[in-house]
């Protein structure tokens, strides 16, 4: 299983763009979620899922969208990217079923916004 | 008010010695409870789900207070690589799908 992938790794963009952080798992997990991270602070939560068709806005969604065809895949759109967004994203996936939600995160992406 | 607060540290201690982070949060409904690991630069991992009885792995020991709202890491015999920052997560009082991370604890475990 490769768990959870995420690409770019890295990405400069410049105010205005638009630009979609791919995700995705194979561990056939119910529940994804993205998060960024910036210095000093904890993951915030941006947008997640529980399924297939379902996604619910999380601490900090606003200026991002998210749609969930798949099982797989959990992709997160930057409609007119800040310099606000400049952050290390993270993805994260969890199995709902068997107990609490222990998420496993991809790689990561640092995104700077110029 | 932060939902999870966490003391940043540094912690600086030698190897071998015996460690305890604690962590506070403001949802008294919570009910999901986690330490994560996060090396530099990294993504977390998972580290150990934390229960109401208290639980142990290994060399690390996770306690809930629920009476106190706060959650407590204890590591013994700590080791180089336990090097890293440790993060507290709680979920949500009204919505058990959301999840409030912690800024992190950062250990620093010296030779």
């Known amino acids: 299983n490769a768990g959870v992938t995420q690409t770019p790794k890295f990405q400069v963009l410049k105010t205005g763009q638009s630009m979609t952080l791919q995700c995705a798992q194979d561990?056939?997990?119910?529940?994804m979620s993205w998060y960024r991270q910036d210095p000093g602070m904890g993951l915030r939560l941006i947008h997640y899922s529980v399924g297939a068709g379902i996604t619910d806005q999380g601490e900090v969604p606003n200026g991002y969208n998210v749609s969930r065809s798949t099982t797989e895949d959990f992709p997160l759109r930057l409609l007119s990217a800040a310099p606000s967004q400049t952050s290390v994203y993270f993805c994260?996936?969890?199995?709902?079923?068997?107990?609490?939600?222990?998420?496993?995160f991809g790689p990561g992406t640092r995104l700077t916004v110029l | 008010r932060k939902e999870v607060e966490q003391d940043p540290g540094p912690f600086n201690v030698p190897e071998g010695a015996t460690v305890a982070f604690n962590c506070t949060y403001s949802n008294s409904a919570s009910q999901s409870f986690f330490w994560y690991r996060q090396d530099c630069r990294k993504e977390p991992k998972l580290l150990m789900s934390?229960?109401?009885s208290g639980n142990e792995d290994g060399r690390f020991t996770a306690q809930l207070n629920r009476a106190s709202q706060y959650i407590s890491l204890l590591i013994r015999d700590s080791k180089l690589s336990d090097s890293a920052t440790y993060l507290c997560v709680v979920n949500g009082e009204y919505n058990f799908n959301k999840f409030y991370f912690g800024s992190g604890t950062k250990l620093n475990v010296k030779p």
């Open positions: 934390v229960y109401s």
């Open positions: 561990m056939n997990h119910e529940y």
């Open positions: 994260a996936s969890s199995p709902v079923r068997g107990g609490p939600y222990t998420q496993y």
